[in-house]
């Protein structure tokens, strides 16, 4: 599935970059500023796309190491120097907790149900104890185990999708000594960005936008307005 997300928004972005390059080259019109029209943010390890449309309408990817994802929906000028960017509504993935059984003495156990096509490699847990302690562990394609010493009692678990920042409610525990727990991942319209009125600075004719720690500079193709 991300392996097929990656291949949509590459190609999402690699239309948006042919409609740049095949544009006519020339200033912007005089008058008011140009928005409308392809920008390119791509930068090194990152590739990115942003079309702003004159019917108000945007599409936005992101490729950047294992993340891509994507967005489309409506922009909008606040007349103070940005642009907001809302996106069409959309179904977050989610995390279901499906059982959880008595099992292996001392051992806990999280058995991940995902879609083919997705690695549970992605994929990690924070375990919470009942004297506050939590460790964080990575899932291996073959689920989760961890050894719980004789005094340790696990309370809950919050699983993560951490390169897409989705995270679960903290799913409680129950059965001490050994268990097995089984969560079904529902990935409905993974990989698409929620965003509400997130603002984008207009600086000349860039476009500047913060996104999982970087400034991504979206810069403002040659095709007019």
Same mark, same amino acid.
């Given at each position: 599935?991300?392996?097929?997300?990656?291949? %949509?928004? &590459?190609?999402?972005? $690699?239309?948006?970059?042919?409609?740049?390059?095949?544009? #006519?080259?020339?200033?912007?019109? *005089? /008058?008011?500023?140009?928005?409308?029209?392809?920008?390119?943010?791509?930068?090194?390890?990152?590739?990115?796309?942003?079309?702003?449309?004159?019917?108000?309408?945007?599409?936005?990817?992101?490729?950047?190491?294992?993340?891509?994802?994507?967005?489309?929906?409506?922009?909008?000028?606040?007349?103070?120097?940005? %642009?907001? &960017?809302?996106?069409? $509504?959309?179904?977050?993935?989610?995390?279901?907790?499906? #059982?959880?059984?008595?099992?292996? *003495? /001392?051992?806990?156990?999280?058995?991940?149900?995902?879609?083919?096509?997705?690695?549970?490699?992605?994929?990690?847990?924070?375990?919470?104890?009942?004297?506050?302690?939590?460790?964080?562990?990575?899932?291996?394609?073959?689920?989760?185990?961890?050894?719980?010493?004789?005094?340790?009692?696990?309370?809950?678990?919050?699983? &993560?999708?951490?390169?897409?920042?989705?995270?679960?409610?903290?799913?409680?525990?129950?059965?001490?000594?050994?268990?097995?727990?089984?969560?079904?991942?529902?990935?409905?319209?993974?990989?698409?960005?929620?965003?509400?009125?997130?603002?984008?600075?207009?600086?000349?004719?860039?476009?500047?936008?913060?996104?999982?720690?970087?400034?991504?500079?979206?810069?403002?193709?040659?095709?007019?307005?």
């Amino acid at each position: 599935m991300i392996r097929q997300l990656r291949s %949509v928004s &590459l190609g999402v972005l $690699a239309a948006i970059c042919a409609s740049a390059a095949s544009a #006519q080259v020339g200033p912007p019109a *005089p /008058g008011p500023r140009c928005l409308p029209g392809s920008y390119d943010g791509g930068q090194m390890e990152m590739a990115a796309g942003l079309n702003l449309g004159k019917d108000h309408r945007f599409r936005y990817v992101l490729s950047y190491g294992a993340l891509d994802e994507g967005a489309e929906g409506q922009w909008e000028s606040d007349g103070a120097g940005n %642009v907001l &960017l809302t996106s069409d $509504a959309t179904k977050a993935p989610a995390f279901v907790m499906v #059982q959880e059984v008595s099992s292996t *003495p /001392g051992l806990l156990q999280i058995a991940l149900d995902v879609p083919t096509g997705i690695s549970r490699q992605y994929f990690s847990a924070i375990i919470r104890y009942a004297d506050g302690r939590s460790i964080v562990r990575e899932f291996t394609e073959d689920g989760l185990a961890i050894e719980l010493k004789p005094d340790a009692k696990p309370v809950s678990a919050t699983l &993560l999708l951490s390169v897409l920042e989705v995270e679960s409610e903290a799913f409680a525990l129950t059965v001490q000594g050994g268990s097995e727990v089984q969560v079904r991942f529902e990935p409905n319209d993974l990989g698409r960005v929620v965003f509400a009125k997130t603002p984008l600075k207009i600086d000349q004719d860039d476009l500047l936008l913060e996104r999982h720690g970087r400034l991504i500079r979206f810069r403002r193709a040659p095709d007019g307005c």
